[in-house]
């Protein structure tokens, strides 16, 4: 049963950003890849060779089976590009690299979410993420590891810290550790701090590296580990966990601060629970029980009953004792009320990557948002024959062993849910729903964009244009509006730049050529100032807004707002007029049509302006331009400047019933 003092469905929290570093792949894209291709990222090494990570960590050997053979590892988990977080040589060196993959998957994340990370200086954004030891210190001499830097640099809450520091963000930072389920209980406070209002928007996973021998020598000695080195979840020939690392991290936003913002949503949470095993077995063994109350828990947070979730991303850690409960104990929930013709697809992702630990949890959260997003849940791998412990007739279940669409319900949309254990009984549970995708505008055909294109030194300009034309010729040339968009939004501007003007992908890719070359860089260290000048009765034409209220959902928002209050105010619609549409009433020379018509426009332009990251440190008007450049500084409100504009046009011409004139609406 749910205790009486479970905490009542908050707002609900959408996920807005996503980005990884998982093995097998480089980045999400990486990762999806190779969930889509059934891959499997663990890589067997010889002890005591002195190649590779394995024969790095390892240097005695050992006869047949020998666990430590495998593992599952980042590419390279040393790279960090230190000055570009103002950080030097020598601190760089002595801090953990799960600090430095933090810290660059967290700017990635914000970049996937289309937000600027240098515009998040003094907000409340908040850091939550799991993360353990290591064992990277073990690796200096005793006086290196005596200094501050290592000190600091080797601490959990300075991972978290670094963040905030990093990016100037208020919001609440902590660090995590409950073992395996570290992550995904990050998550789960960060979801509170959210509700709470303590965040406005929060980052949130975690990062596990496998820096020293000690942790995989004490797994292999108490038999933890697979000697054949696969993770065989849910399967009769589960042996153990083989270990893994990387890093993930999401950005979480409050769903209707993330819909008003107009984010990208790439699925929504619901409910989240978070308890603890209590006096089990023994300190490290799973508590049905209490697994079955945290997926109650976390149900009734979310208001959904147990049928209603279509695919458990399972923890499967592939141990003989773990898998039984855990499946047990979710199908005690999960089947009630279930029909044998819609059982409960089950997965685990440790069948590709491994047990990542403290990242664990955050693993099996982005292969459910991404299953989301596609529609499509990706094959376990190493499901033989089902582990006979655990009791399959009773319920209706199905392990994925191919890849599979989700199962679609007429009136709701896709549900799924993900668990993630810990080593000392702390147990958290997280549901989330798909959200529909927007539709992009159609792509207007030959219409001119700019692409910013930042970075801190011009090398690094011309990577960057070089990732730019590997994406378009991936197919990214469909998105060309989105494209530009998000680069002028969503990212950071830094001292070296290039603007690109381009029509159409050849364009552009010539373009990217050149200054992946070397050429159309330029420097500026500071940002220039810039002054809104609005104009006065003269500057109105027939048509004037038409294009951009098409395509541009700034503008359309703020002439809808003041076409409305016209209509309100005199009785007839204002944007007919501008338009030059067939049912206009009235004449766009008259001032009592031109004032309203201007202001509006030069509202409207002001607020393109605006949610481009452009705003003005001096604005100048002209006439009724006086009124608009009120509104842009803050001094009036949208629909009191457009009332001041409409009595000013009222005042200046002479009213009559023909003649453009206008007759007040009673």
């Known amino acids: 049963m749910v205790p009486d003092n479970v905490r009542s469905p908050g707002a609900p929290v959408a996920i807005v950003g996503v980005a990884c570093r998982f093995p097998?792949?480089?980045?999400?894209?990486?990762?999806?890849?190779?969930?889509?291709?059934?891959?499997?990222?663990?890589?067997?090494?010889?002890?005591?060779?002195?190649?590779?990570?394995?024969?790095?960590?390892?240097?005695?050997?050992?006869?047949?089976?020998?666990?430590?053979?495998?593992?599952?590892?980042?590419?390279?988990?040393?790279?960090?590009?230190?000055?570009?977080?103002?950080?030097?040589?020598?601190?760089?060196?002595?801090m953990d690299p799960q600090h430095r993959l933090l810290l660059e998957v967290s700017w990635h994340a914000l970049e996937n979410a289309a937000i600027s990370p240098g515009d998040l200086a003094g907000s409340r954004t908040g850091v939550f993420a799991g993360v353990g030891d290591s064992g990277y210190r073990e690796r200096f001499p005793a006086d290196e590891a005596a200094t501050i830097y290592a000190a600091i640099g080797n601490s959990l809450n300075a991972a978290i810290g670094r963040i905030a520091y990093a990016l100037g963000l208020e919001g609440p930072a902590l660090a995590v550790d409950t073992a395996s389920s570290s992550s995904l209980v990050a998550v789960h406070q960060a979801i509170l701090a959210l509700e709470r209002g303590e965040a406005d928007l929060a980052l949130a996973g975690g990062v596990n590296l496998i820096l020293s021998p000690t942790r995989t020598e004490v797994?292999?000695?108490?038999?933890?580990?697979?000697?054949?080195?696969?993770?065989?979840?849910?399967?009769?020939?589960?042996?153990?966990?083989?270990?893994?690392?990387?890093?993930?991290?999401?950005?979480?936003?409050?769903?209707?601060?993330?819909?008003?913002?107009?984010?990208?949503?790439?699925?929504?949470i619901r409910g989240s629970a978070v308890n603890q095993d209590g006096a089990s077995a023994g300190l490290t063994a799973p508590r049905g029980r209490a697994q079955t109350r945290l997926i109650e828990e976390a149900l009734e947070r979310a208001g959904w009953?147990?049928?209603?979730?279509?695919?458990?991303?399972?923890?499967?850690?592939?141990?003989?004792?773990?898998?039984?409960?855990?499946?047990?104990?979710?199908?005690?929930?999960?089947?009630?009320?279930r029909s044998p013709k819609r059982p409960l697809l089950l997965g685990s992702v440790k069948t590709n990557v491994g047990h990542l630990e403290e990242a664990a949890g955050i693993a099996g959260l982005i292969k459910l948002v991404l299953a989301l997003e596609e529609g499509v849940i990706a094959r376990q791998l190493h499901f033989d024959e089902p582990n006979p412990r655990i009791e399959w007739g009773e319920f209706p279940v199905r392990v994925v062993t191919e890849p599979t669409r989700w199962p679609r319900r007429r009136g709701r949309r896709m549900r799924g849910a993900v668990s993630s254990f810990g080593l000392s009984g702390t147990n958290a549970h997280v549901l989330v729903e798909g959200y529909p995708q927007r539709k992009d505008a159609a792509e207007q055909q030959g219409r001119e964009r700019i692409l910013p294109l930042a970075a801190k030194t011009p090398e690094a300009l011309g990577r960057l244009a070089g990732r730019y034309r590997l994406w378009l010729s991936d197919g990214g040339a469909e998105r060309l509006d989105s494209l530009a968009w998000t680069a002028t939004v969503g990212r950071t501007h830094f001292g070296v730049r290039a603007g690109l003007v381009f029509r159409d992908t050849a364009e552009l890719c010539s373009a990217l050529a050149e200054v992946e070359a070397g050429g159309r860089a330029m420097h500026s260290e500071r940002s220039p100032k810039v002054a809104f000048v609005f104009p006065g009765q003269g500057a109105p034409w027939v048509g004037m807004g038409r294009t951009l209220y098409q395509s541009e959902a700034a503008v359309r928002k703020v002439?809808?707002?003041?076409?409305?209050?016209?209509?309100?105010?005199?009785?007839?619609?204002?944007?007919?007029?501008?338009?030059?549409?067939?049912?206009?009433?009235?004449?766009?020379?008259?001032?009592?049509?031109?004032?309203?018509?201007?202001?509006?426009?030069?509202?409207?332009?002001?607020?393109?302006?605006?949610?481009?990251?452009?705003?003005?440190?001096?604005?100048?008007?002209?006439?009724?331009?006086?009124?608009?450049?009120?509104?842009?500084?803050?001094?009036?409100?949208?629909?009191?400047?457009m009332r001041f504009a409409i009595e000013r046009g009222r005042l200046i011409a002479p009213w009559s019933a023909g003649g453009g004139g206008l007759v007040r609406s009673s």
């Open 24 to 94: 097998g792949g480089e980045g999400l894209e990486g990762f999806r890849e190779l969930l889509q291709s059934g891959g499997d990222a663990v890589a067997e090494g010889e002890p005591g060779s002195g190649r590779g990570r394995i024969g790095d960590l390892f240097r005695d050997v050992r006869p047949l089976p020998d666990p430590r053979r495998f593992g599952a590892f980042v590419e390279d988990p040393y790279r960090f590009d230190a000055a570009f977080f103002g950080i030097s040589d020598n601190e760089a060196r002595l």
């Open 219 to 268: 797994f292999a000695n108490g038999g933890m580990l697979a000697g054949d080195g696969r993770c065989r979840s849910f399967a009769v020939s589960a042996q153990g966990y083989v270990r893994g690392e990387g890093c993930g991290i999401v950005v979480l936003e409050p769903l209707a601060r993330a819909e008003a913002a107009g984010r990208r949503i790439l699925g929504v």
């Open 305 to 337: 009953a147990p049928s209603d979730v279509d695919y458990l991303e399972g923890h499967g850690s592939g141990t003989p004792l773990g898998d039984p409960v855990e499946v047990e104990a979710a199908l005690g929930v999960y089947g009630r009320g």
């Open 559 to 641: 002439l809808d707002r003041c076409d409305a209050l016209f209509k309100e105010e005199c009785g007839v619609r204002l944007l007919p007029l501008m338009f030059g549409e067939d049912e206009a009433a009235g004449n766009l020379k008259a001032t009592n049509w031109a004032q309203p018509a201007l202001y509006a426009l030069g509202s409207a332009l002001a607020a393109l302006w605006r949610e481009a990251g452009i705003r003005p440190s001096a604005v100048l008007g002209h006439g009724v331009g006086e009124v608009a450049a009120a509104h842009a500084a803050g001094m009036l409100d949208l629909e009191k400047g």
